[in-house]
């Protein structure tokens, strides 16, 4: 009798599984080790400090650009999400002869523009928009951040609407709920792990956004990562590495919370 | 009182549409166990559906107590549904499902408090009123979404083939508990099923749908015993169907042929155009043959059943057509018959009735 083809029985598999796996974390175990290096050579170890994490903590500019950071991902985050629950109402629950398949391929767009596209179109589309308002200031970065964060949250609040019985929502305007209680009461706390799901991703994506940031900011619109490539073309400094570090840590914790919560299914 | 008036669903247009009820009236009483039965894809769901506001017809009224209220919203009806999936907010306890359509209705909340512990005991489950609905089992959840679907007393309960997803002994229980259920509340029951037994064991009245269309409504028995067509006759309990050749009409009497045996009926019983002659197994009898009165077959057995208290005989007549029947294991005539001997059946009169083909 043939056996059935299974892949982990091919000889390397675990040596060809570790090599994946080291080639995706190396290069963070390099970068998190010598965050902690108390001398300021790149290659040399000279011991375990957080020197490098006071100077980050101190410095005034990455404070002002992590300040920044923070509150662009949260607005960005708290509006996309709100827009992406619209979008995903609409794409699931809206009856079936609209073309809402379509509809939610053009919302998932920006997943496949490429992003130094996206980014020379926003700023030519700003520029006019400065030009003909008069208009300046952080809108323009929080709208282009809004932006490309809406597929992210679309797509977990998408998910998890799809994985709710549309039954409960029935049953609930069939005991007298008005649409807007059947909103708040059935589909908003059932849907509320995907939201928080959906916000968290968003939150991150804005976080460590370069490009887009990049051509879109002006003077004294520094974020997080902009300011670190900024310093970068300066010389490598052991600084960057803490507030990678950092920012690696922040991530992880928020996409594993993302994920813990939205386990539980509807 | 509810009243249909020539309700018709057509789903999309042109070419592609689909008819998923054509045309249907009837009138659901006061106080009644009605059943809508048919086969999937009868129509009987979409009826539902437009009765709970989910759908709306594309031609006819919906009347409840003279108002015509086919365009309403579900929230807006007094009717309530028991999903086939229960559909129970799973984020709430037992309790507060229950009290949900009451909330929407804004009654007080003292009021509230003592209508959930009346609909608990209605169902017998006041010692699980906290719990969370995963935690319950089928039969269990069963009876929360009655208790929640009663308790704002409404003036007639959908239930969409609730028992469906239980297991045989349940299902008995349930029948049994649904209709004193609605004894008790004195509530209209409209129940969707494609168990014809389930729909005879608990219904006040059936209703016989078959691909969009009303075949028949009725009382149990009479659905039973005179069947108005073909489709209900046989989608309602067993039957042989044996073919009916009309030879005269003569004033009140008929001289027919059925199956090859000479016959004469009152013409009344013979209904217009083609038809076709059923008999019931169990009303079949052994018999000597070349006996009068009723209808007399013989041929060669070619099965025989023991089913316990019955025997099912297989008896293939001399035009090739086969008859089934159900004899007593009591009746001696049984003894000796084996198969491929001959046995001669009796039909009384009265067992026989013509349906249109």
């Given amino acids: ?50 020197r490098w994490y006071a100077q980050a903590l101190s410095n005034a500019a990455i404070q002002d650009a992590a300040l920044r950071s923070l509150v662009l991902a949260l607005v960005a985050a708290a509006l996309s999400t709100a827009l992406a629950v619209l979008a995903a109402l609409a794409t699931t629950r809206a009856d079936q002869f609209r073309p809402r398949h379509a509809i939610a391929a053009v919302i998932n767009q920006p997943l496949v523009v490429p992003e130094i596209v996206m980014a020379v179109a926003l700023l030519l589309l700003f520029s006019m928009l400065r030009q003909a308002t ?24 998408r998910a998890r609407l799809e994985g709710m019985d549309a039954n409960l929502e029935r049953a609930a305007a069939d005991l007298y709920a008005s649409p807007l209680t059947v909103f708040r009461r059935i589909t908003l706390p059932l849907l509320a792990p995907g939201i928080l799901a959906g916000f968290m991703l968003a939150f991150v994506i804005s976080l460590d956004n370069v490009v887009i940031s990049q051509f879109i900011k002006t003077a004294g619109q520094e974020t997080l990562p902009t300011y670190m490539l900024g310093q970068l073309r300066r010389g490598i400094s052991a600084e960057i590495y803490a507030v990678s570090t950092m920012l690696v840590g922040l991530s992880l914790l928020i996409l594993t919370l993302s994920f813990l919560v939205n386990r539980t299914r509807p | ?14 070419a592609g549409a689909v008819t998923a009820l054509s045309d249907v009236s009837l009138t659901i009483a006061e106080n009644e166990f009605f059943t809508l039965l048919g086969p999937s894809g009868c129509g009987k769901t979409t009826l539902l559906r437009m009765l709970a506001g989910f759908e709306v017809p594309s031609r006819g009224a919906i009347v409840l107590d003279g108002r015509d209220i086919a365009d309403l919203p579900p929230n807006r009806r007094p009717i309530n549904t ?51 609905i995963a935690a319950m089992s089928g039969g269990q959840q069963q009876r929360v979404a009655l208790a929640r679907a009663l308790a704002p007393a409404p003036r007639i309960l959908l239930l969409d083939e609730p028992l469906s997803a ?55 028995r009479d659905l039973y015993d005179r069947p108005a067509n073909r489709f209900v006759a046989g989608f309602i309990g067993e039957g042989n169907f044996l073919p009916v050749h009309v030879r005269s009409r003569d004033g009140a009497l008929a001289r027919v042929t059925i199956a090859g045996a000479d016959l004469t009926l009152p013409a009344e019983t013979l209904p217009a155009g083609e038809m ?67 046995a001669a059946l ?3 009169s009265d067992a026989l009735r013509l349906v249109p083909a």
């Fill in chain 1, 1 to 50: 009798m043939a056996r059935r083809f299974d892949p982990q029985t091919l000889p390397g598999f675990g040596a060809i599984a570790a090599l994946a796996f080291a080639l995706l974390y190396l290069p963070l175990i390099v970068l998190v080790t010598y965050s902690f290096n108390a001398g300021d050579l790149i290659g040399r170890w000279e011991g375990l400090s957080w």
């Fill in chain 1, 134 to 157: 008069g208009l300046s200031g952080m809108g323009y970065l929080l709208a282009a951040h809004v932006t490309f964060c809406i597929p992210f949250a679309y797509l977990p609040v």
């Fill in chain 2, 1 to 14: 009182m509810i009243q249909l008036h020539s309700v018709s669903k057509i789903y999309g247009a042109g």
């Fill in chain 2, 82 to 132: 028991v999903f086939q999936n229960y559909a129970l907010f799973p984020h709430m306890t037992v309790a507060q499902n229950i009290a949900f359509g009451l909330q929407s209705l804004g009654r007080p909340r003292a009021a509230i408090k003592a209508r959930v512990a009346e609909m608990l005991a209605l169902v017998a489950m006041e010692h699980l009123a906290d719990r969370k």
């Fill in chain 2, 166 to 220: 239980l297991d045989l002994k349940l299902r008995r229980q349930m029948q049994i508990e649904l209709k004193r259920l609605q004894a008790e509340t004195g509530i209209t029951f409209v129940f969707v099923t494609h168990d014809q037994e389930e729909a005879l064991t608990m219904s006040d009245r059936i209703a016989v749908m078959g691909a969009g269309l009303l075949h028949q409504v009725a009382s149990p």
């Fill in chain 2, 276 to 342: 076709q002659a059923l008999v019931r197994p169990e009303r079949i009898v052994l018999a000597p043959a070349g006996g009068t009165g009723g209808l007399h077959l013989s041929g060669v057995v070619e099965n025989l059943v023991y089913i316990g208290t019955d025997t099912h005989l297989h008896l293939r007549l001399p035009d090739g057509a086969q008859i089934t029947a159900r004899i007593g294991n009591g009746d001696p005539h049984l003894q000796g018959l084996a198969p491929g001997a001959r």
């Fill in chain 2, 346 to 348: 009796a039909v009384p």
